[in-house]
C-alpha cells in the first residue's frame, strides 16, 4: 500500500428515512386490490432489478475499496446477513466483528466477483461455554461437523410475504437468465427465453459443430403464452375426438370429460426431452377438458418452434392416435410454428404404456425397434409427474398467472438439478451401454452362426424395406395365432349343422360344441373351488362355510345336468360313474372338486379306440391345440397387468397409507388368481393332449409350462433360446418362424451400439454447451453502456460469475468421466482439453461399474446433493455445490 496516495474516506452507511403519510378518511376505509399493488410495482422492474445486481458488485465502495472498520485495509469481504450485505471489511476486521456470529454467510471480492468463503479458514476460532470469555485451556474440536441455525419466529404478515415472495421469485428467474444484462430491457424477453435449457440435446451455434446441418437443412418460461393459446382453441371447442386404438388410457378414454368440476382446468400438458426429463421451452400449457387433439398439437409445436432439425423423435402415451393426420392438422396453424416438409417425424409410445395397448399399436409404435432411438424408454415424464403432483393441492387454488409462475420455478429447478446430476447419469449410462453392447453383440454373432448367409440377406432386407415403408411387411412380427378358439367353436357348429341339414339325427339337443364348452367351464370351476379351499384352511366361521356349500351344490348341479349330455356322446362313460352306496338309498357323489369328468383324453385306452369315441376325440384334439394358446395369451396378458400395476404402486401408492396398499394388494391377489386359472387350463390342456396326440405337431409349438416361465415382462438377459426345426417344417418355414427372433436380437443389438454413440455426443454437447454458455455470459458483462457504475459494476460481477461456473460444470463433467472412458479405451476427442494430470488420474480410484442399472432418467439422482456439497479431490474443478451456482438471494 503505497502511504504517499491519499486515501478516501470510508463510505457512510446509508439513511432510510420513513415519513408518515396521512390518509383521508375514504383512502383508509378501502383496500388495493392485490393486483392493483403488482401493477404499481412492474413500474419500477428494470429500476429493482438493477438495484438487485448492483449487490453483485462493489456497489457502494467502487472506487474506494477500503475496510468499513478500520480504513487502513482493502475491503475484500462482506457478510451476506449483515447490514444488507452492502459493507466491505479486512480479514482482521470481519474475523473480529464475527466473533459472536460464526453462522454468518461471508464472501470475498476476487477482483471480478464475490466468491463464497467461510469464517473458519478465515481464522475464527469459537471455544464454546466459558461466559463468552476466552478459555485457558483452548485445544481444536472436530474439523468435520456441521451447525445449523434458525433465525426464529416474526410477526404475522402472510399477505405481505406472499405478494414479496412472488415478486421476489420473478426477479430471480429473470436475473439467473441474464435479462438484467440486456440494454433494452425486461420488456423484450423472448418467449421461452427464461428456461433452464437442456444442455445434453442438440443447439445448433451453440453445442453443434458449425457444419452440423451440411447433410439438411408472453410464455417467458416453460408456459405458453395464454392469450394465444386461448385464440387457437376456440376453434375447437366441439371438435369430436375419434379413437381406434385398443388401449383404455385415460387420454384417450377422458379425452371429452373434466374430472375436477369447478375448477378452471382439468389438469396440465408438458413437453419434456425425452432423453434428459428437462421441460422444454414453452413446454407447459393447461387442459380444459382432456388431452384433446387441438391443445397437444398447440404445445407440441410451441415447444418445438424455432428447431431446426433433420430427425425429431416424438413419444407420447397415445401416439398411435396422435401421430394419424399429424401433418395435415400442421397445416391449420402459422407457417412459423409448423415442422418443415423435410424434416422426419418418429412417433413411438413409451415403454410405460406400450403394454396397455393392443398387438398392432406393439409392433408399430416400439421404440425398441425404431432406428436411432437408442435405449431410450420414453417414460421420463412420469418421473417428471410424480415430482410435481405433490404441487397441486397448493396450485389448484392459486390464479391463474400465480400459478403458471409457480409451476415455472419449480420446474426450472428441475431442469437445474438435472443438468448437475448429469454427472454421475451419464457414466453411469456409458457403462452400462459398454458393457451391454458387448453382450448382445456376442449372443447376436453366435445366434446368426446357424443361419445361411442367403437367408440372413434377405431378412436384412426385410428390415430395411420396413424401416423405409412402416406399411410393409413387419419383420419384427412372430408368427401369428390362424385359428383361436373360437374359430375352432365355429367350424364344429357348422359342421353339425351340415350334418343335420344331410338328415343326420343330433344325439341330444345340445350340440358337441356345447358339451365341450359346457365341460370346460365345469373344469375351470372346479379348479377355482379348490383354491378358494386351500386359502380358507383352518376354522373356519359361518359364513365362510355357507358359501362354501352354496358353491358346492351349485357345482354339484352343475355336473348332474351335464351329465347326460356326456352320455349321448360317450355312452361308455356311465360304466365309470360312481356307484351307488351299499345301504342303496341314495347316490353319493364325491366332493364336486375332485369328481372326474370323463373327457376322452382321460378315458382309458381301451375305451379310446372304440369307434364311437372317434369321432370326439378328435373333436377335443382340435379344441384343445386351440385352448392352449387362448390360455398362453391369457398368461402374457396378465403378466404384463400385474407388471404394470407393481410399477404403479411402487410409484405412486407406496408409502401413502394402510388403505390404498391394502386396496393394491386386494387388486393383485385377484389377478393372480386368474392368472393360476390360466397357467392351471394350460397345464391341463397340454396333459390332455399328451394323451390325445402324443407325437402331433403340436408339440412343435406347445412346451410343458413350469413356475419359473411365468414371470416378466421386464429385464430378461435376452439370451437366444433353444429353438429347432420341427420334423413337419420345411427350411423355409423354419426360416419364417426364426426371422422375427433374429429381427428381435439385431433390433436389442443395434440399440445398445446406437445408446453408446448417443452417450459419448450427449456427453460432448453438454461440455460444448456449458462453454458456449460460459462466453455467453461474459459478453453480457458489457452490454449496458447507460447503467450507473455501481449498477454495471454488479452487472458485471454477475455476468463473470456465472462464466465462472459454467466452465466449472463443465471440468467437474470431463474429469469425472474422463476416467471411466479410458478405463474401456475410448478416448473422446475432447480429451486434451480437460486432461488430467497422470499424478492425479492413476490414484483416482475407478468408479462402480453397474450393468444393470436402471435406464430411468432419475439413475443417480439420489446421490446430487450429497456430490454437490463435497470436495472433488482429484479434479481441477474444486468445490461445486448448489449454493455457489444458483443464487438463492
Known amino acids: 500500500m503505497n502511504p504517499s496516495v491519499p486515501r478516501l474516506p470510508p463510505p457512510t452507511m446509508p439513511t432510510l428515512c420513513l415519513l408518515p403519510v396521512r390518509l383521508s378518511q375514504s383512502e383508509r376505509g378501502t383496500t388495493m386490490p392485490k393486483y392493483a399493488k403488482l401493477l404499481e410495482w412492474l413500474a419500477l422492474w428494470d429500476a429493482t432489478l438493477d438495484e438487485i445486481l448492483q449487490h453483485d458488485g462493489l456497489g457502494d465502495f467502487l472506487g474506494h475499496q477500503y475496510c468499513i472498520d478500520c480504513g487502513d485495509e482493502d475491503g475484500l469481504f462482506k457478510c451476506k446477513d449483515c447490514s444488507g450485505g452492502s459493507l466491505l471489511h479486512c480479514q482482521g476486521c470481519v474475523v473480529k466483528v464475527h466473533q459472536h456470529l460464526p453462522l454468518h454467510r461471508i464472501e470475498q471480492w476476487t477482483g471480478q466477483f464475490f466468491n463464497k468463503e467461510n469464517l473458519k479458514a478465515l481464522g475464527l476460532h469459537v471455544q464454546p461455554g466459558h461466559g463468552g470469555s476466552m478459555c485457558p485451556c483452548p485445544s481444536p474440536g472436530p474439523p468435520g461437523f456441521m451447525v445449523f441455525n434458525t433465525s426464529g419466529v416474526h410477526s404475522y404478515r402472510y399477505k405481505e410475504m406472499h405478494r414479496v415472495f412472488h415478486i421476489w421469485r420473478n426477479l430471480m428467474v429473470l436475473k439467473h437468465a441474464g435479462r438484467g444484462h440486456d440494454p433494452e430491457g425486461i ?220 409451476l415455472n420455478d419449480h420446474w426450472n429447478a428441475w431442469n437445474f438439478h438435472k443438468i448437475v446430476g448429469f454427472r454421475t447419469l451419464f457414466a453411469k449410462r456409458f457403462e452400462e451401454a459398454v458393457l451391454m453392447k458387448a453382450k448382445h453383440t456376442e449372443v447376436f454373432v453366435k445366434f446368426l452362426a446357424t443361419f445361411p448367409l442367403a437367408v440372413v440377406k434377405k431378412w436384412e432386407r426385410m428390415v430395411l424395406k420396413w424401416e423405409d415403408n412402416p406399411k410393409a411387411a413387419n419383420p419384427y412380427n412372430e408368427p401369428e395365432q390362424l385359428t383361436t378358439l373360437q374359430d375352432a367353436r365355429l367350424e364344429l357348429v357348422q359342421e353339425e349343422n351340415a350334418k343335420l341339414a344331410a338328415g343326420h339325427a343330433p344325439r341330444h339337443k345340445v350340440s358337441m360344441m356345447g358339451f365341450f364348452s359346457m365341460g370346460f367351464d365345469i373344469e375351470e370351476q372346479q379348479f377355482i373351488f379348490k383354491t378358494e379351499l386351500s386359502k380358507t384352511k383352518g376354522k373356519k366361521t359361518s359364513k365362510q362355510l355357507a358359501d362354501l356349500e352354496e358353491k358346492r351344490s351349485s357345482l354339484i348341479r352343475q355336473i348332474h345336468l351335464w351329465r347326460p349330455v356326456q352320455v349321448a356322446y360317450t355312452p361308455h362313460v356311465a360304466t365309470l360313474f360312481p356307484l351307488v352306496h351299499d345301504d342303496g338309498n341314495a347316490s353319493h357323489l364325491l366332493n364336486p372338486e375332485s369328481v372326474p369328468l370323463f373327457f376322452p383324453s382321460s378315458l382309458p385306452a381301451s375305451f379310446r379306440k372304440l369307434p364311437e369315441i372317434k369321432e370326439i376325440h378328435n373333436s377335443e384334439r382340435r379344441l384343445r391345440e386351440l385352448q392352449a394358446d387362448d390360455a398362453l395369451a391369457d398368461v402374457r396378458r396378465l403378466r404384463r397387468i400385474i407388471t404394470g400395476l407393481w410399477l404403479f404402486k411402487k410409484l405412486n401408492v407406496s408409502g401413502t397409507g394402510n388403505r390404498p396398499n391394502t386396496q393394491m394388494l386386494d387388486m393383485y391377489n385377484r389377478l393372480h388368481t386368474k392368472l393360476q386359472c390360466a397357467a392351471n387350463r394350460y397345464h391341463t390342456t397340454y396333459n390332455a393332449l399328451l394323451v390325445l396326440d402324443p407325437n402331433g405337431s403340436w408339440r412343435e409349438q406347445l412346451k410343458e409350462l413350469n413356475p419359473a416361465d411365468i414371470r416378466g415382462p421386464g429385464r430378461d438377459p435376452d439370451d437366444p433360446e433353444d429353438m429347432k426345426k420341427g420334423d413337419d417344417q420345411t427350411e423355409d418355414e423354419f426360416n419364417d418362424t426364426m426371422c422375427a427372433e433374429w429381427a428381435q436380437m439385431q433390433a436389442r443389438k443395434c440399440r445398445w451400439s446406437e445408446e453408446l454413440l448417443i452417450i459419448q455426443e450427449e456427453m460432448r454437447r453438454v461440455l460444448a454447451y456449458q462453454e458456449w454458455r460460459a462466453g455467453w455470459w461474459s459478453e453480457q458483462a458489457n452490454r449496458r453502456q447507460d447503467a450507473d457504475p455501481s449498477v454495471s459494476s454488479g452487472i458485471a460481477a454477475y455476468a463473470h460469475k456465472q462464466a465462472s461456473i459454467c466452465h466449472h460444470m463443465a471440468a467437474w463433467c470431463a474429469t469425472y468421466w474422463l476416467p471411466i472412458m479410458k478405463k474401456y479405451s475410448i478416448i473422446p476427442m475432447w480429451s486434451q482439453i480437460y486432461a488430467l494430470p497422470e499424478c492425479q488420474s492413476s490414484t483416482q480410484g475407478e468408479p462402480e461399474s453397474e450393468s444393470e442399472s436402471e435406464s430411468e432418467s432419475e439413475s443417480g439422482d439420489e446421490d446430487n446433493n450429497r456430490e454437490l456439497n463435497e470436495v472433488d479431490e482429484w479434479s481441477d474443478a474444486g468445490i461445486l455445490d448448489v449454493e455457489s451456482i444458483v443464487d438463492f438471494d
Open 187 to 406: 420488456g423484450v424477453t423472448a418467449p421461452g427465453s427464461l428456461t433452464v435449457e437442456c444442455p445434453a440435446c442438440p443447439h445448433p451455434g451453440h453445442n453443434l459443430p458449425d457444419d452440423w446441418a451440411q447433410a439438411r437443412m408472453p410464455g417467458w418460461g416453460p408456459f405458453i403464452e395464454e392469450n394465444a393459446y386461448q385464440k387457437f382453441l376456440m376453434d375447437y371447442i366441439d371438435e369430436p375426438e375419434i379413437n381406434t386404438c385398443e388401449s383404455e388410457h385415460d387420454a384417450i378414454v377422458r379425452v371429452q370429460t373434466c374430472c375436477t368440476p369447478g375448477y378452471a382446468v382439468s389438469g396440465v400438458s408438458l413437453v419434456i426431452c425425452s432423453r434428459h426429463a428437462l421441460v422444454r421451452r414453452n413446454g407447459a400449457s393447461d387442459l380444459q377438458k382432456g388431452e384433446k387433439y387441438c391443445n397437444m398439437d398447440f404445445i407440441i409445436f410451441m415447444a418445438l418452434w424455432g428447431i431446426f432439425l433433420p430427425w425429431i423423435f416424438i413419444t407420447y402415451d397415445i401416439g398411435c392416435q396422435w401421430s394419424k393426420n399429424f401433418r395435415s392438422r400442421m397445416i391449420k396453424f402459422p407457417e412459423d410454428m409448423r415442422i418443415p416438409a423435410e424434416t422426419k417425424v418418429d412417433v413411438a409410445i413409451p415403454s410405460w404404456h406400450i403394454n396397455g395397448h393392443g398387438e398392432r399399436c406393439r409392433r408399430d409404435f416400439c421404440l425398441g425397434y425404431t432406428k436411432g432411438a437408442g435405449r431410450t424408454c420414453g417414460k421420463e415424464v412420469e418421473i417428471m409427474w410424480s415430482h410435481t403432483n405433490a404441487l397441486a393441492p397448493s396450485v389448484r387454488e392459486m390464479a391463474p398467472a400465480a400459478q403458471h409462475d409457480t
